[in-house]
């Protein structure tokens, strides 16, 4: 079992960062691919971005890409989120999750997810 615990998150002008945190705990944590994904109101949940279980690949939803990054903690038990240029579009609920894979890959879909977090408001205003 894993439980996972975010926090970070809030109100931010647009172009402004913001950085979440995702703290596991629980067995074998390190073998866990990890992921972060976001409700925006009235939109379908959506990928933002994941990394291996052994934090040697990652990948981003084009959406965000050249402007999150995320990474794996030095204990490996937390992992990030540093949103920078944020716009209002990515103003939503975010979630970060975990998933079991033997090969260190970045899964891309939430059902390939077991583990969720209780969710983080982002807000970015214009």
């Known amino acids: 079992q894993v439980r996972l615990v975010q926090s970070g998150g809030g109100l931010v002008q647009a172009g402004g960062s913001l950085r979440l945190y995702c703290a596991a705990s629980g067995r074998t944590f390190s073998s866990y691919a990890m992921g972060w994904f976001r409700r925006a109101p009235g939109k379908e949940r959506e990928f933002v971005a994941g990394i291996s279980w052994n934090g040697g690949n990652t990948y981003c939803a084009d959406s965000v890409k050249g402007r999150f990054t995320i990474s794996r903690g030095n204990a490996k038990n937390t992992i990030y989120l540093q949103m920078n240029s944020l716009e209002p579009e990515d103003t939503a609920v975010y979630y970060c999750?975990?998933?079991?894979?033997?090969?260190?890959?970045?899964?891309?879909?939430?059902?390939?997810?077991?583990?969720w977090g209780q969710g983080t408001q982002v807000t970015v205003s214009s």
């Open positions: 999750a975990a998933g079991t894979n033997m090969d260190p890959i970045v899964l891309l879909t939430a059902p390939e997810y077991g583990f």
